[in-house]
């Protein structure tokens, strides 16, 4: 499974933690050449003893950190962006700066890091794939989610914009938008009871996701198997926003 994936030069944002992390080691156990990129030097150092991947410290809130990036890359076969921040605030409460912040890193860097693999890859005249990883929110509404649901509403539509654009040079560009997904810190988030129970009760299957699932389908995504797979947002929510 994923056989396709090795060898293919692959750059994965956010990989620090979270989803990014699971996908950086699941794509080197295929043998693609992974770029990890996130803030925190430390944590990435740990996944390149873990996995063997590359990896480059930048903050992509700030465009020095995307020139940086930039500035290390050679050839990209497929970019996964998964930086991303959440500051939950009601909507009568919301402030510009948790705004702005969120605006900053899961959409702003999302279009810069895709331009910058983008214009490689029609270089390179090889076609490629990009995955965003926008959220259930971007699809749904969500209590104390107004920030981060419009920058992940913009990151679907980036999705589609870029689909357009870098279809005939045959990159395609695709979004999965997962539910809570139970890496280590969001089952330290989600682990009272009530709170889990209140967002699993929409979930027709009934339980949050974890990790491999969200995983497998941005692998999928990537690779030759979604060949005529672009501009889709693809829900990993159990059946959440049918409901």
């Given at each position: ?106 959409a702003r860097a999302t279009a810069m ?129 049918a409901g």
């Open positions: 499974m994923f056989e396709d994936l090795k060898g293919k030069a692959i750059v994965v944002t956010g990989a620090s933690s979270g989803i990014g992390w699971f996908t950086v080691e699941q794509l080197c156990l295929v043998g693609a050449e992974v770029t990890a990129v996130a803030r925190n030097a430390q944590k990435l150092s740990d996944l390149r003893d873990l996995t063997g991947c590359h990896v480059i410290a930048a903050d992509l809130a700030d465009m020095a950190g995307i020139e940086k990036v930039d500035a290390e890359l050679d050839r990209v076969d497929g970019l996964v962006n998964c930086a991303g921040l959440a500051i939950l605030e009601s909507c009568v409460d919301v402030t510009d700066s948790a705004f702005d912040q969120q605006m900053a890193i899961n890091m895709s331009k910058l693999v983008a214009r490689r890859m029609i270089a390179q005249q090889q076609g490629g794939a990009i995955v965003n990883v926008s959220s259930q929110a971007s699809l749904a509404s969500l209590t104390d989610h107004l920030s981060y649901s419009a920058s992940k509403g913009a990151m679907d539509a980036m999705t589609r914009v870029m689909c357009a654009e870098w279809g005939p040079h045959n990159i395609r560009v695709n979004s999965v938008n997962p539910t809570v997904t139970l890496t280590p810190m969001a089952k330290v988030g989600w682990s009272d009871p009530q709170k889990a129970a209140a967002m699993t009760s929409r979930i027709p299957l009934g339980r949050f996701a974890e990790p491999l699932e969200v995983v497998q389908p941005i692998m999928f995504l990537l690779g030759s198997a979604a060949s005529m797979i672009s501009g889709v947002a693809l829900p990993i929510d159990g059946g959440f926003v």
